[in-house]
């Protein structure tokens, strides 16, 4: 059973524009949700992360928006550029106060293309 | 510190020959994952160690696997009789200790191909 589902699976976007990546979770015990950007041949690199307290959060060109009610967070970038082509997970992991120190359950990536 | 760093970065073996990899994490980081990614998927969790301790493993760990963390600080990862369903990427990750354990810093993984 998925308990990360990310859409789309992959993605092409003019130079410029805004990709958006969803993903939906199931699990209500999850109380963080990170993004990861990963290029071809190297390990997952954090991005940006939130937690569900908060609706909104930006880091430079990158925004997650976060939805508690419907289980569903997502990733815009703005101002997209060609070296953003890369794949993009996201992830979810529960807190302490969970009982335990698990791992992240990742989506099954976006693969983005900016076309210059 | 230049990030956690894994070896070998490839290994190509035989169905049912030992593999050993090595990791070492972020100096001060206390917790170190371990992460199996096959092509087209996102990471899939396979085991966690804090300080020396393994604390949790994923059922996907089969008894053919097992980490170690002898010292708190490199861990090691064995795959007994490997199989070709063992081919993938193998990912560790380190943290700091108490922080938000999303923050995990991931090596540039070690590709594992079972001929």
């Known amino acids: 059973q998925q308990q990360v589902k990310q859409s789309p699976q992959s993605l092409i976007v003019q130079k410029g524009g805004i990709p958006i990546i969803n993903c939906a979770y199931e699990n209500t015990a999850f109380d963080y949700f990170p993004w990861y950007q990963q290029f071809p041949g190297k390990g997952p690199a954090l991005l940006i992360a939130i937690r569900p307290d908060v609706s909104e959060k930006k880091e430079g060109r990158f925004t997650i928006s976060f939805n508690k009610s419907a289980k569903q967070f997502s990733l815009h970038i703005m101002d997209s550029q060609p070296g953003d082509s890369a794949t993009y997970f996201c992830?979810?992991?529960?807190?302490?106060?969970?009982?335990?120190?698990?791992?992240?359950?990742f989506g099954k990536g976006t693969h983005l293309i900016i076309q210059p | 510190d230049t990030g956690v760093s894994q070896d070998p970065r490839h290994k190509i073996t035989k169905r049912g020959q030992n593999v050993t990899f090595r990791c070492d994490p972020i100096?001060?980081?206390?917790?170190l994952y371990w992460y199996r990614q096959t092509l087209g998927q996102g990471p899939e969790f396979l085991t966690y160690?804090?300080?020396?301790?393994?604390?949790?493993k994923s059922r996907l760990l089969s008894d053919r696997f097992s980490a170690e963390r002898p010292k708190g600080s490199f861990s090691t990862l064995e795959i007994q009789r490997t199989e070709q369903g063992d081919s993938a990427m193998y990912l560790c990750?380190?943290?700091?200790?108490?922080?938000?354990?999303?923050?995990?810093?991931f090596g540039p993984g070690t590709r594992l191909t079972v001929l």
């Open positions: 992830a979810a992991s529960m807190g302490d106060s969970g009982g335990g120190a698990d791992g992240l359950t």
């Open positions: 990750a380190s943290s700091f200790p108490l922080a938000d354990r999303g923050e995990q810093f």
């Open positions: 160690f804090q300080n020396e301790a393994q604390l949790e």
């Open positions: 100096s001060e980081h206390n917790r």
